[in-house]
């Protein structure tokens, strides 16, 4: 009687055992949410195709959407073009024509036309393709990055919020080039503001083609002509540097305020502590990267096809000041690669 | 032809630079308010100053029938290295002696490779300039821009002094020139240049040690590039190595051929550097007073350097012995 007892004792327990794991798997039954996210990413090939992978840009997104596709079960892979168009069209169609071909195309495209066909091509391949941070005459699945007329419109209003009605109201502006959609954007923002404000003018122009020490001269030349500016629009962090020392040699530092432009990254926010640039708005990289990490998401589990939806995703921006600085408004490429060393 | 020699002599390509110089310089003075003002002048050399003590770099071996396509790989890679020693905490006498080696050796390299190797300057050059930024890129930089770190205050601070009301830059490269002058015009290793580059069979034949004098003529150039890349550098406050993908060692070519110091070797001195310079600098400072676009300043740069060459062309035709030697 009693083994008898046992033996049912134990086939009862064995029942309910069963049974709390059926319940316990109906349980995560009702819950989809991990099963279809982690079928729809794993195994998902990412591949970015940065401008280069040699400046702070291209290694904060490596850093900041790369780990995160990682972390989802995906393979992520970088090219470095070196800031050669046609490496970077070879790696794009490479890629296109691979036996393993990737799932998601990540480019920052460097110009408004270069590789429009392309990212056609890669879609019609079955490839969604994001464009980051330089937008292109193609709409493609999504652009992510800024709106660059408006950054422009904020590094001017921050000028002329700075200078006031009473100064000179001539500002200088060093532009990047004539055929990067950035540069012709902020100019586009630019001009904007100044409609929007009658009596400011913009006093001096020059294409800096990204350099800083044409920058430099560009902007010596341009004070030397107008030293009554009260404030110079530079659209790069980088030759900003280099008017900023125009500006220094001028004996002006303490006349003329800078905005400009940049990353956000560590070396951003010591330059506007010190005063060598009075604003800046950053491309809010960590957040700019994960609207890029969320479309990835979206689009390879939502069942659209590429090509078949148009989306843009605009960081929100802001001027910051030597005010607004606190200890995490910039995010740090030496930190990068330390956690990368781990 | 007799009749056109004085004309040819009076019209060498560096009086039809300078001409052409001048000209501009009236033609800006009168239309442009403020062109001429002190500090705008200074603003003309200050432009073209890192160009300027390249090109003198540059110079030094043409005329030894020559060339060196490396110097701009060169400067932004010790200069990287440096500021990255410096960032690393070395102190700046240190870091220097470590580069100042690097670019020995690395001029060294270049000047084996022609003296003792014989490979054409053109493309042992060539390749060096890649595989010296490639190496360096890839095993020992992250990054594109490398700053002047806070803590490597007598930089920062030769950025801010001045030389006689002179920045750095262009005490340097008045420095450079006059030190070049004097040791091409006067000195033995000088002279001995002239006679290689205008004929090296004939030099090495009456005992000029012509090995050792091209390979000092390439560690001369990287020494040079390296200099030019700190002052640079000590002026923004950082060292951008994408400089080696622009169109910098182009214009460093076109200063000492549009100054006249021809690529057949040889030929010119210092002052060829200096006018060649001079006009590059007025016409981009004209242009950018006048706020034109880069595209259309780099047309209007072409325009102008192809009219004195083909000026030079009619007024100087090609003698025999360029016509046989050829040029590089």
Redesign the interface.
Known sequence: MSKLTKTLGRVILAGACLAGAAIGAQAQDSNPGPEAYRSALEGKRVVMVPM?M???LA?GWNHFIGEEVKQFGGIWETRDP???VDAGAQAITDLISSAEKPDVLIVQTPDLNSYSRLFKRAQDAGIFVIQLDNPSNYASDVFAGSDWKRLGELETQAVIDHCGENSSRKIAVIQG??VNASSLDQWAGVQAVLERNPGWTVA????S?W???TA???A???L??NPDVCGIVDFWD?TA??TA?AI???GLQDKIFLATTGSGEA?DCKLLEDGTFGAIVTSELPRQSQDVVAAIKILLQSGIKPGQSKNYLYTHEVARTKKDVTPDTCWS?AAI?AAAKK | MPSSRPLSRLFTQETIVLLMAVALFAGFAAALPGFTAPANLLNIVRSVSVLGILAAGMGIVVIGRGIDLSMVSIMVVTVAIQLQLLQGGWALWSASAVVAAITIGLGAMNGFMVAYAGVSALFATLASSAFVFGFVRSQILSQDVIYVPPSAETLLWLGKARFLGLPLDVAVFLAVVAVALVLLRWSRPGRFLYLMGDNFQAARGMGIPVRPLIVASFVASALLAWLAGMASAISLQSMNTRLVNSALLYDVVLVVVIGGIGLSGGKGGMRNVVVGALLIGILLNGMTILNLPNIHQNLIKALILLGAIILDGQLNPRDEQTSQQGDI
């Open positions: 280069t040699g400046f702070d290694q070196n800031w050669s080039d004539q001096g122009t020059a294409d083609n350099d800083a020490t430099r001269n560009a010596a030349t341009i030397q002509q980088a540097q280099g020392s220094r040699d001028a070396i490429q690669e």
